[in-house]
């Protein structure tokens, strides 16, 4: 009896250990893919990378959007502006929104180091996790790229993004599949487009549509 009370003990104590280390795995590699131990200056490098249009295919998400010609995109989640920039050349403008102002600061550094003339064009706006602080009907387009798993409490963040479009305003949402891919949040963070469609169906809006065929990570999934 006490050998078989010994062997448990030695059982239950390992599982706790083995989950100790399990949970203090996972909780380094959320915080890893939340920023909040990478540099912005390596975060702006991986952001920027060129081998990230391989399978990011920028033309292939704004061609999504359909044609920008005197249109408004809010693009939540703006990072270090690598959708901003491609927007402007195509939209009336485009606001770049991020709750974190260092990446703000760097897309202001970009515009005014560009060769392009992107001012009018391209406006920084910083954000808080609950609020995009975008105006009444200001933006025709809210474009949201590898940002939606980390919007808390979503239902209610896009039923009040619903003031801030257009009456013909469209959200188009990209993010990661819900499979193991060679980069993105890990498996625990995603979202399967089913569960995006369904939040945003319960947050009030219609004629969604996915594709997740275009990408070879992702899926677009897009409101009318």
């Known amino acids: 009896m006490k050998q078989v009370l010994l062997l448990f003990l030695m059982v239950a104590s390992c599982t706790f250990l083995l989950t ?26 991986q952001f920027e990378n060129p081998n990230r ?8 998400v704004i061609a999504a959007l359909g044609d920008l010609t ?10 270090s502006g690598y959708f901003t920039f491609p927007l402007a050349k195509k939209a009336a403008k485009v606001i770049a929104i991020d709750i974190d102002q260092k990446f703000l600061d760097y897309i202001e ?12 064009l391209i406006e920084t706006r910083h954000a808080s996790e609950s609020d995009p602080y975008l105006k009444l ?19 209610k963040y896009f039923r009040s993004l619903q003031k801030n479009l257009q009456a013909d305003g469209q959200v188009v949402i990209v993010d990661y599949k819900k499979k193991r891919t060679p ?9 399967s487009s089913k569960q995006v469609v369904n939040e945003l169906s319960e947050a009030g809006y219609t004629g969604i549509e996915v594709d997740d065929t275009s990408l070879p990570y992702q899926y677009i999934i897009k409101t009318n």
């Open 70 to 79: 005197g249109k408004t995109v809010a693009d939540i989640g703006a990072g």
């Open 20 to 45: 100790q280390c399990e949970n203090s795995g996972q909780q380094h590699s959320a915080n890893e893919h939340l920023h909040h131990k990478t540099d912005h200056e390596t975060l702006i490098k």
């Open 183 to 191: 980069m993105g949040p890990p498996q625990r963070l995603r979202l």
């Open 137 to 155: 009907n200001e933006a025709d387009i809210v474009l949201i790229v590898n940002t939606y798993h980390h919007i808390q409490d979503r239902v």
């Open 109 to 120: 550094q970009r515009i005014e180091t560009a060769e392009a003339n992107y001012v009018g």
């Open 53 to 60: 249009a391989k399978w990011q295919k920028p033309e292939v």
